[in-house]
Structures are given as C-alpha cells and as structure tokens.
C-alpha cells in the first residue's frame, strides 16, 4: 500500500509533459507486447499441431495408398487364378507324355501373358507362375513367364511362404523372368486344385510391381519440396525410397530409426536433427504388412509461415515503440500550451466576454476543439439575443391566441344569422348550404385541436359532399358507409376532405353526365381502411402512388401529398395514403390508419412508432 501511496506522490511531482509520454509509453508498449507475445505462443501451437496432423494425414494417405495397390495386386493374382481355363489346368494330373507338357505349358503361358499389362490404374503387373514338380519345364524356352519351383526352392521368400495365407507380400526382389533392370515389390500366393482334393498344392503364383512405382507414390504424398518419404521393412531395410541408391540398404543404425522402434504407438512425429539440419520426422506402422512409413522434413519449409509470422511480429512491435515514443514525445510537447490557451479564454467567457476567439493555427485534435469553442461561444451571445426577443414573441402569441379564439365565435355567429335569414325568407337551399358550411367549419377547427375522431372526420367529409352537391345541381351522389365500430377511433383532422375534393376536381368535372363518391369505413385487425371511390375520368394509380413517394414532385400532388405525410409524421411511416385502379372507370384511395381510440393512446402510437 505505501509504496504505491510513494509511487503515485513520485508522479505527481512530475511535470505534465513527462507524465504524458511515461503514461503514454506504458499504455502502449506494454499491452502491445502482451498481446504480441500471447498470439505468437497460441499461433505456434496452433501451426505446430496443424503442421503434424497434416503430416500424419499424408502418412495416412500413404498408407491407403500401399494397401489400395497391394489389393490390386492381390486382385489380379485372384482374376488369373480363378480363370476357368486355370483353374481346369491345376485340377489335372500331371501330364504323362512331352505333348502333354508342351500342351500345358503353352496353356498357362498363353493365360499368364494376357495379365501382363498395365491395369485400370496405369501400374503394369507383371505376374509369373511356378508349377510345381514341372522340371521339364526347363526344356523349354518359350515361355518367361512360366517356371517350375524348382527355379525357386532357395529363395527366401519362397521358403517363408506360409502354407494357408491369402497372399505373402515378400521384401525387395530384382526379377529376372519379370523383366526390368531395378527392384520390385512380390504379392506371392499359393495355388491349390480347387476341382481335385487330391491336388493339394499345384505352385506359386507372383505379382510384380516395379520400385519405381511406389516411389512415385511416395514423391507426390510428401508434405513439403524438400522432404523425403521412404518405407521401411521389420528389420530397417529400405523398401521403397525416391533416393535409388538407399533401396535394399539398412539404416538400423540411424539415430532416428532407434527413436521409431523405441516410440509408443503405431504412429508418432519429433524433431531431430540429421546431417547438421533440424528435421521433422513422422511415422506410421503398416501392421497388416509389417512396413513403417518414415516422413522427413525440413523444420523450416513446414514452419515457413510461423517464422514469417515471427519475424513480421518483431518488426511490427519495435516500430510500434519507436512510433509510439516518438508521439508521446510530441504529444507532451505540445499538449500543455493549447490547454493554457483554452483555460485563459474560459477565464474571459466567465467573466461574461464572449467577443474573444482562440486563434489557433496548427492543425491537430485542438483545431477542431477550439472551433467547436469559437462556435460554442458565437451561439451562447446569439441565444442571449434570442432570449430577450423570444419574451417578446411569445406576449405577441398570447394576445394572437386570444384573438384566434373570439374569431370562430363571430364567424359561427354571422354564420348562423345567414341561416335565420335564409328560413326567414323561405330559401331552403342557402340554409342548408350555410349549414353545412357551419359544420364544415366546425370539424375543421375542432378547437385547435390536431387528431379528432373518425365520426367527426367523416362528418366534415359529409359536410363538404353536402355542399358541393348544391354546387353540381344534383349532379352528383354521393354515399357513406361506416362501421359503427369505427367512429370511436382517432384520426389526423383534415384527411378526407382533401381527398375527396381531389376526386371531384380531377375525376368527377371531367366527365359528363352524372358522378358519385363513394366513403366506406371499415375496421381490419388493429387497422382502420377507409376507400373513397369515385366514378371519375380516372389516372394511373402507379404514378400517383410515385409521385407520394418521391418528394421532389410534391408541388404537383401538394394536397394527397399533405395529407399522405400528416399522417406518417402522427402514426407512422407504415400507415398513409395509397391509390388503386378499378375495372371500370373512376379511381379509389384507401386511406389506412391504427386503431387507436383516445387522444393520449394516438400519441404514445406516434412515438413508439418513430422510435423504431
């Protein structure tokens, strides 16, 4: 505790320039090196164990690949040995007379030489049978691939052959019947006379596939360019290898050779160093074939990403503390001076001086700063003026306020005297004329008030309807049809009437003959649809409904366009206005609104609704 206590008392007497750049040193170096330090270790575990999975996966590879050939292998040891006509062959006796032996040999030669060709997969076969107690065989020279057991009886994997396994795959051979100047893996399998109990061992039959073959294999599977891929048999020797001259040599005694015999399990990967170089090495028994697959790879071509990855880090985090030092070291040079600048201009803005401006010419975080303070102090003197005039303003809309409410009272008044004159004088006509326009007026001002309910939306609609039809002769009829359910729900004053003054002006007028509107109310879910339809000329119901869309025509549709916003702006942007055509002639706008029924509940919908 006291030591901190000391620490923090140290700083303290420290200059603010000094401060700045140690706080700023250790706010950033050291987290930056915490971070660094953290993603190397996690990112070299992470490509340590993705470097070993992908090498085991191609080891994996490797071994289904050995086994995927010695199957094919063994397949065409099956194809020629369950070939009918062979089959008949080593179920006879042995032939009594030399025909008989010519006779045989050509038949088997004849099968056997069909199965010398390379097969689906492009690996050329080269089988060879040997027949047992045919030294007569050796008589004749027209047949390599036909032989006796006698030709075989010292061979080791002759003598190792087991009596009842499906196949024997043997060590290296160097053929001489099969042909080929390099080594070659043997599948070899016994024969039996599957139609003669009596025969029961007939010969041997070999498949050959050149080394060359499998160390293609070999080279393609590798992990890296330079790594190298070998097959090892239970005593060390080199099966297979890209290397020609390590075929057939035994490494036993190589350092990393003991490591695999003493290694846990049928894989495994470790590093070592070999010939003066550090080097993955990777490993997999083959059980069913007694191999092991032995992978060797250059540390550095499989770690090439993580040493870029290091080597980038050191370079980024010594710029980032050279960068970062040097801006704590400019940071806490010029810091100080602005501020002093900005406390002694506040100073003059307490004293109630607003007319002085921080002049300020580096450009820097402070430029906008002292901008938004020169601003800051031009609008504080700007609303001390507006102040005085807004008292002013509003003693001006009070005496307006009380002026507006005499003037619906006189305009009722000289309304109603009109109507008495009108009865008095036995003119029906401008009496209901008159009130209508009362009434009209009426809904209109509503008391100043800007949502009103949709009986008396619909009734200042009606009013309006009432008037005009005096105006048109009976021209025009109109109808109105309201679910009682409706009246009691809100609306925006001054909807309708717009609207059906647009269908008599641009649909009704310009047509001959007699007109109609059209109002129908009906509640729908928590929504309420009121059409007006007409039986006008008509319009193209798309463009109207583009034109409320796009702002810049609202000079155009200033009325359905006012009415189309009022509307949005109380309720939402999902209710409005929107047109549609009808079959025959005329036009129809629905008008679609909530279903909310008290002033308060209207304006909580508002909010709710601009708040999403």
């Known amino acids: ?82 070939n009918p006509d062979m089959i008949d062959r080593l179920s006879s006796d042995r032939p009594s007379d030399q025909v008989d032996f010519v006779n045989e040999l050509a038949t088997l030669n004849k099968i056997i030489d069909g199965y010398d060709l390379p097969n689906r997969s492009g690996s050329r076969f080269i089988p060879t049978l040997y027949m047992l107690n045919r030294p007569e065989y050796t008589q004749y020279n027209f047949s390599r691939n036909v032989g006796s057991t006698s030709e075989i009886e010292d061979e ?18 160097a053929p001489s019947k099969a042909g080929g100047s390099g080594y070659s893996i043997r599948l070899a399998k016994r024969l039996f006379g599957l139609k003669n109990v009596t025969i029961p061992f007939v010969g041997v039959l070999t498949i050959d596939v050149d080394i060359s073959e499998f160390a293609g294999m070999l080279d393609q599977l590798k992990p890296s360019v330079n790594s190298s891929v070998m097959i090892l048999d239970g005593q060390a020797n080199v099966l297979v290898s890209p290397d020609l001259s390590m075929i057939g040599r035994s490494i036993a005694s190589a350092p990393y050779v003991h490591d695999i015999i003493r290694g846990v399990g049928q894989t495994g990967t470790f590093e070592q160093s070999i010939s003066g170089k550090e080097m993955l090495v990777s490993y997999r028994e083959i059980g069913s074939l007694g191999w092991t697959v032995v992978s060797m790879s250059p540390v550095g071509d499989l770690n090439g990403k993580l040493i870029a990855f290091r080597r980038t880090m050191y370079i980024v985090l010594v710029l980032c503390m050279v960068i970062a030092a040097l801006i704590a070291v ?35 975080e402070f430029t906008q700063l002292f901008s938004q303070y020169n601003v800051m102090l031009k609008q504080t003197k700007e609303l001390i003026k507006r102040l005085y005039f807004s008292e002013n303003k509003k003693k001006e809309a009070e005496l307006q306020a009380l002026q507006a409410q005499i003037n619906p009272h006189f305009l009722y008044n000289t309304l109603d005297s009109i109507n008495w004159i009108a009865l008095r004088h036995n003119v029906p006509d401008v009496s209901h004329m008159v009130t209508s326009l009362s009434d009209f007026f009426r809904y ?58 647009n269908a008599l002006i641009h649909g009704i007028e310009r047509r ?18 009121i059409d007006i339809e007409d039986n006008g000329v008509g319009a193209d119901s798309e463009k109207l409904n583009a034109m409320l869309r796009d702002e810049g025509n609202q000079d155009k549709t200033f009325g ?53």
Request: aromatic share 10%.
């Open 560 to 612: 359905i366009f006012n009415v189309d916003q009022r509307i949005k702006q109380v309720f939402g942007p999902e209710f409005g206005i929107e047109y549609r055509n009808k079959d025959e002639p005329g036009l129809i706008v629905t008008v679609t609104l909530p279903a909310t029924t008290t002033l308060v509940e209207a304006k909580d919908f508002a909010e709710n609704d601009h708040s999403r």
């Open 1 to 82: 505790m006291f030591p901190r206590l000391a620490l923090l008392s140290g700083m303290n007497r420290i200059s603010l320039k000094y401060r700045l750049l140690l706080y700023f040193l250790m706010l950033v170096i050291l987290p930056t090196t915490i971070i660094s330090v953290t993603i190397y270790n996690q990112s070299y575990h992470t490509i340590t164990e993705n470097i070993n999975t992908s090498v085991q996966t191609n080891l994996n590879m490797v071994e289904m690949v050995l086994l995927k050939k010695i199957e094919e292998m063994d397949e065409a040891a099956n194809s020629i040995y369950l």
């Open 512 to 529: 001959p003959g007699n007109g109609y509107i059209a109002i129908t109310a009906t509640k729908r879910g928590d929504r309420i649809e």
């Open 156 to 173: 080791k994997w002759y003598a190792k052959l087991p009596p009842k396994a499906q196949y024997t795959i043997s060590s290296l051979q």
């Open 330 to 364: 400019l940071l806490s040079n010029n810091i100080t001076n602005p501020i002093r600048k900005f406390i002694k201009s506040m100073s003059y803005a307490q004293e109630g001086n607003y007319d002085i401006q921080i002049q300020y010419k580096r450009k820097d």
């Open 444 to 501: 209109s001002l509503n008391k100043g008030k800007n949502i009103i309910s949709i009986e008396d939306e619909i009734r200042q609609a009606e009013s309006y309807l009432s008037i005009q039809k005096i105006r048109f002769n009976d021209r025009l009829g109109y109808e109105i049809h309201a679910e009682p359910e409706v009246y009691g729900y809100q609306a925006v004053k001054l909807i309708l009437q717009p609207l059906v003054e």
